[in-house]
């Protein structure tokens, strides 16, 4: 089996952490969660794939031109920052945040249906950091990344095996959860949601094409806010 405090240890030195201020509270394990305003054309693209998308789970037409006409006939900016506090608050309210999948967890033993005690905040001017300040029940703020891997590896009393294992298996699993992949297929995906949910001239444009839609659209409504959380990956 692998040295655990060594490796968690490493990871920890070559990830971030996080500063509140120059001379202020400083987090030793911190994501980057940005999505960056030059990506705006990819986001969109992957929003008229989610519109367009075969079998979606609103049931839209499979057609390029329909789906043109949605993303352009609504405000998509409202759309993503509904779409952005939807992810913030899933962080903590989403329970699928805080399980590791087998793949990561069997190995250092830790089963699928075992729950992760973990406390996130978000920093910085546009929510862009997401910070972990409590882990397994040890506060986690005042500290560099340096010093954390440093009493990791030197503090065995405060820092039991025991939690090294979930740590390190949760730190894999994050690097997953909130890739820059996984949190912007996130936003598009919820972006989608929300633009067909809350524009009037996407419903109306849709509803043009297909009488009926909008019936159909409030029926799903439900079924579709329980995938849309079920969703992991954020910010």
């Known amino acids: 089996m692998e040295n ?3 490796t968690l240890a490493a990871m920890i030195e070559a990830g971030r952490d996080y500063q509140i201020s120059p001379g202020r509270v400083t987090y030793p394990i ?12 990819a986001m969109g693209a992957a929003i008229r794939s989610f519109i367009d998308a075969p079998g979606s789970v609103f049931g839209t037409l499979n057609d390029q031109e329909i789906g043109s006409k949605v993303y352009q006939s609504c405000d998509l900016s409202s759309a993503a920052e509904m779409a952005l506090k939807d992810m913030r608050e899933s962080v903590s309210d989403n ?6 999948r087998p ?3 069997a190995p250092l033993g830790i089963a699928d249906d075992d729950r992760i005690e973990c406390v996130f905040s978000f920093a910085g001017r546009s929510g862009g950091w997401l910070l972990i300040e409590e882990f397994q029940g040890l506060g986690m703020t005042g500290l560099t990344r340096h010093d954390l891997a440093r009493e990791i590896q030197s503090d065995e009393e ?29 936003k598009a995906w919820k972006t989608g949601f929300h633009l067909l949910e809350n524009c009037d001239g996407a419903l109306d444009v849709l509803e043009a094409v297909r009488p009926g839609y909008k019936l159909e659209l409030a029926q799903r409504t439900a079924a ?11 910010v």
Do not use: P
């Open 95 to 100: 329970d699928g945040y805080y399980f590791i």
């Open 224 to 234: 579709a806010m329980t995938y849309a959380g079920a969703t992991v990956g954020v």
């Open 30 to 41: 911190a994501f980057s969660v940005k999505i960056y305003h030059d990506q705006n054309e």
């Open 4 to 6: 655990v405090r060594q």
């Open 103 to 105: 793949e990561i967890g």
């Open 158 to 186: 405060r820092y039991s095996e025991t939690w090294c294992i979930r740590l390190l298996a949760y730190l894999r699993e994050c690097e997953l959860q909130f890739s820059y992949d996984a949190i912007t297929h996130e």
